[in-house]
């Protein structure tokens, strides 16, 4: 079972365009649909109506790049939705959910996180937000109250941190992020972006479900429709242990492993750099009883 169909995704477009957005006369009559009807996205993009129907209603073949690439002209879509309406469309040829593979870091990235050092905070995400490494800092930062060595417990695959899951069940990260609605949108419309990229992964599946099942405001984030990437943008934490804290965040994509992604965090202003270096410093301690315990 896929997690959203073609069809959902079209359709959740069509609604936001209104006629006057792409100069359709509208009479000055009522209209009982938001957006644009099905027969005149049809006819803008240049297929039949009921061929249009068939492929929002999931009863049509798979539609070809010309037609895809149509649609998303008429829809005003920007690259990141109409890849992802590609996706959608691939899917049908797609079996159903299984179990997907343990994601480990490349040996590469595990180096890059370590030549980074403990003054710049960072942290390796999976495809479906899991953490899969940290330097102390960036847990520090992000998750201080999740233990440093969860991402790297090989007896419990499903025990690492997921920030997905955090952002929405956990009230401790919630209260941190001063600009979470912000971030929080950001979060479902990038799991949107790998749902459609892999719509047989069933632990995504699953994740998905449980938040829309478990917080209010995932499931009404979800049912917008929203996709997009996630590169680049900007923290505001209130931070337990150094208070205000406003980071950049930048994501560095591996090419031996597209699907993993190296968040780096810097300060952009100079209170932030100090609440960093205490954090720095702090983590540093932290670590002397393991130093002194080897």
């Given at each position: 079972m896929c997690v959203e169909s073609l069809g959902t995704f079209l359709k959740s477009r069509r609604d936001r365009v209104t006629p006057a957005e792409i100069g359709l006369p509208s009479y000055g009559t009522s209209r009982r649909v938001p957006g644009l009807r099905r027969e005149e996205l049809a006819q803008l993009a240049g297929v039949s109506a009921g061929y249009y129907t068939r492929l929002e209603q999931g009863q049509a073949?798979?539609?070809?790049?010309?037609?895809?690439?149509?649609?998303?002209r008429v829809l005003r879509l920007d690259p990141v939705e109409t890849a992802h309406l590609h996706n959608l469309a691939r899917q049908?040829?797609?079996?159903?959910?299984?179990?997907?593979p343990r994601e480990e870091p490349h040996p590469r990235v595990l180096t890059?996180?370590?030549?980074?050092?403990?003054?710049?905070?960072?942290?390796?995400?999976?495809r479906r937000g899991d953490v899969l490494a940290w330097n102390r800092t960036g847990h520090a930062l992000v998750a201080e109250h999740v233990p440093f060595e969860a991402p790297r417990n090989p007896q419990d695959p499903q025990g690492r941190p997921s920030v997905p899951r955090m952002f929405f069940l956990?009230?401790?990260?919630?209260?941190?992020?001063?600009?979470?609605?912000?971030?929080?949108?950001?979060?479902?419309?990038?799991?949107r972006l790998t749902a459609g990229r892999y719509p047989t992964d069933a632990r995504l599946a699953g994740l998905i479900g449980e938040l829309t099942m478990n917080s209010v405001d995932?499931?009404?984030?979800?049912?917008?429709?929203?996709?997009?990437?996630?590169?680049?943008g900007t923290m505001?934490?209130?931070?337990?242990?150094?208070?205000?804290?406003s980071v950049d965040y930048q994501v560095w994509l591996q090419p031996d492993s597209p699907d993993h992604r190296v968040e780096i965090y810097t300060p952009n202003d100079a209170t932030s750099a100090?609440?960093?270096?205490?954090?720095?410093?702090?983590?540093?301690?932290?670590?002397?009883p393991e130093s002194a315990a080897a």
């Open positions: 073949e798979t539609a070809s790049d010309q037609v895809l690439d149509a649609l998303a049908s040829a797609k079996p159903g959910l299984g179990e997907p890059l996180l370590e030549s980074l050092g403990e003054a710049m905070p960072a942290v390796v995400l999976g956990d009230p401790h990260t919630r209260a941190m992020y001063r600009n979470w609605p912000d971030l929080a949108k950001v979060h479902v419309a990038y799991l995932f499931a009404a984030m979800w049912a917008t429709g929203d996709v997009s990437d996630c590169t680049t505001h934490l209130q931070h337990p242990a150094v208070g205000a804290v100090d609440a960093l270096r205490v954090l720095h410093q702090q983590s540093g301690r932290d670590d002397e």
